[in-house]
């Protein structure tokens, strides 16, 4: 079983693997803040021997230019190539078939400066190719992704949200799921906890399966429509 940290003390335990014919599943990261921190973690655990993942995971993410910072500052100056960039717009698109997609559904935050290197990110002052102004990003249609994610035969597809929200949220999950079609897990704290990053963090260059866990952390199943089957504990980062 392989485990993705999100570096904010939840746990992404990816399904069973497909058959070898159908090839690894391609991990697609929608959302703000917190889903750039995502991307950053599902980047390198694709790139860890014996993953079970596709090596070019897709930002569908409203700011390419912040995810480009987050990158470079927070994760030893990696990047998104080009072609693994998608329109949030169009993210409705053959490309997501068959993906694990990851849905950042928190409020905006500030983001951690993290390391501070002595050059500044080259591509952060470059435009998004999709356009749009930072910090101007609607608000997620999280109903309308879940329909995309069922209609493009989706994996798995799992949901980030702030407390105050995971009713919400829960609900809209619960319905999308009753066809049996889509497996889900919504992925939230409890009430009275913020997410956020760690002042200063940063992914070192080498990673192992397990994150870096850098304080007590307890999880558990709040819903038994949601109980995903595959085991507990915990990371974060």
Known sequence: ???VGTMLGTLAVLPAPRS????????VVTGGDTGHLVYGKLQRAATL????????????????????????????MASVPGADQLDLEYINTR???GCLLFIDATKPRSAAPGL?????NPFSSLPSPFGGAAGAAPPLDLAALLEVAESRGAVHCYVLADSDAAAESGALLEGAGRSGALRLT?????DGIALRSTAGWTCGQLQDHEGVLEGPLAVRDASPAFADGGGGGGDGG
Not at 20 to 27: H, I, V, Y
Not at 55 to 65: L, R, S, T
Not at 116 to 120: A, D, E, G, R
Request: glycine residues 8%.
């Open 95 to 97: 490309r997501i078939d």
């Open 20 to 27: 070898p014919l159908l090839g690894k599943p391609r991990a």
């Open 116 to 120: 501070q290197l002595p050059f500044p």
């Open 1 to 3: 079983m392989l485990v």
């Open 186 to 190: 919504l992925l939230a704290p409890e």
């Open 49 to 76: 021997p014996g993953t079970r993942l596709s090596k070019d995971p897709i930002a569908a993410v409203a700011d390419q230019g912040r995810l480009r910072g987050v990158l470079w500052q927070q994760f030893a």
